[in-house]
C-alpha cells in the first residue's frame, strides 16, 4: 500500500513538473511601464531624446533588446511619432495598462493552444512600445524563443484616437488585438522550429507560401481568440471573397505578390492591404472543417509539408 501511495505521489509531482516546465514562459511587460514613465518625465524636461534613451532603451528588458537591436529602435525615434501623434499617445495608455495586466488571459489562449497543438514550443512574450517598427515579430534563439507585441499597433481600443495616422497605418490597426497577435505568432516559431519539410512550406517563393504562412497563424488565433477586432481586410474579404477566390486561384502559384499584401498605396486606394492574410485564414478554415479537425489536433494546419497537397485537400476552390 505504502509503495503503491508512493508511486501515485511520485507521478503527481513529474505531471506537475512538467506542466509547470510547459507553463513556465515569461510575459515581459516592464518596457511598457518604462514608456509610461518616460512620457510623464516630459513634464519636466524638454529633451525628449534623453529622456527616452535614459529611462526606455537604457533600461530596456533582455528580451526587448533584442528587438531593438533587430528593428534599429532608436530614442528619437519616440521623439518623432510623439511630436507626430500626440492624441494617439494620450488616448492609448488606458488600454496599454489594462493588456500588460492581462497576463491571466494570455496564459488561458496559449494553454488552449497547447490543448489543441500538444507539440507546441513557447516562447517568452515582450511586450512594449517600439515606434511602429513592427506589431509582432519573433526571435528564435539558441535556448529561446522570444516573441514581441508592439503596443502602438495592438494596444488600441474604440476610445483610442488614430485620425492623425495615415491611410495605411489607419488600415493597419484596424486589425489592432494583442491576444489574437501573441497566437499568431506562437505559430511562427512552430514553423521555424519543426525545421526541414515544414520550413519549407512556409518558406517558399510563391504567393501560395505567402498565403498560408500569413493565413494560417490568423486562422488559428481567430479559433483560440473569437472576440475582438478582425480588421478592415477580414470584413473586406467576406463581402468579396467570391471574386477575391477566383483572382487568388490564377495567381497563387506565381512568385509575384502583386496586390496580396503591403506594398505601393496606390494598390489600396478602394480596398484594404494584406487581403492574403484573410484568403490564407479561409483556404485554413475550410481545410479544418471538411477534415473534422473540430475535436482533435492542430497538427495538420500547422506541420503542413506538402503545400499543394494541403491547398488541393482544403477543396477551398473546388468549383472554380
Known amino acids: 500500500m505504502r509503495n503503491k501511495i508512493f508511486i501515485q505521489t511520485v507521478c503527481l509531482l513529474m505531471t506537475s513538473s512538467v506542466f509547470g516546465q510547459k507553463n513556465n514562459f515569461k510575459i515581459i511587460t516592464q518596457d511598457v511601464e518604462h514608456f509610461w514613465e518616460a512620457f510623464d518625465a516630459l513634464k519636466t524636461s524638454t529633451d525628449t531624446t534623453k529622456v527616452f534613451q535614459t529611462l526606455v532603451l537604457d533600461r530596456a528588458s533582455d528580451e526587448f533588446k533584442v528587438f531593438i537591436k533587430k528593428w534599429n529602435i532608436k530614442a528619437s525615434h519616440y521623439t518623432y511619432y510623439l511630436r507626430r501623434f ?10 496599454s495598462i489594462r493588456l500588460i495586466n492581462s497576463e491571466d488571459s494570455i496564459r ?44 502602438e499597433f495592438h494596444g488600441l481600443d474604440a476610445n ?78 467576406l463581402r468579396h471573397e467570391s471574386e477575391l477566390k477566383a483572382k487568388l486561384k490564377q495567381e497563387l502559384f506565381s512568385s509575384n505578390y502583386g496586390d496580396w499584401f503591403g506594398g505601393d498605396d496606390a494598390l489600396f486606394l478602394n480596398k484594404p492591404r494584406d487581403l492574403g492574410y484573410f484568403m490564407g485564414s479561409r483556404i485554413g478554415r475550410n481545410y479544418y472543417n471538411v477534415n473534422n479537425l473540430k475535436s482533435g489536433d492542430l497538427s495538420a494546419l500547422i506541420e503542413i509539408k506538402n503545400l499543394e497537397k494541403f491547398i488541393n485537400e482544403s477543396r477551398y476552390f473546388d468549383g472554380l
Open 86 to 95: 500626440p492624441e494617439f499617445y494620450k488616448t492609448i495608455r488606458k488600454n
Open 160 to 237: 483610442t484616437y488614430t485620425k492623425e495616422f495615415s491611410p495605411a497605418i489607419q488600415d493597419y490597426v484596424s486589425r489592432s488585438n494583442l491576444f489574437r497577435t501573441v497566437i499568431h505568432e506562437h505559430i511562427h516559431i512552430q514553423h521555424r522550429v519543426h525545421g526541414g519539410k515544414i520550413a519549407k512550406t512556409f518558406n517558399g517563393n510563391t504567393l501560395a507560401h505567402r498565403v498560408l504562412s500569413e493565413g494560417i497563424p490568423d486562422f488559428i488565433a481567430q479559433l483560440i481568440v473569437p472576440h475582438g477586432n478582425n480588421g478592415n481586410y477580414y470584413d473586406y474579404g
Open 108 to 151: 488561458k489562449n496559449v494553454a488552449q493552444l497547447e490543448k489543441l497543438y500538444p507539440n507546441l514550443n513557447h516562447a517568452d512574450i515582450c511586450i512594449a512600445f517600439g515606434n511602429f517598427r513592427t506589431g509582432g515579430n519573433i526571435a528564435i534563439e539558441k535556448d529561446r524563443n522570444l516573441i514581441y507585441i508592439g503596443l
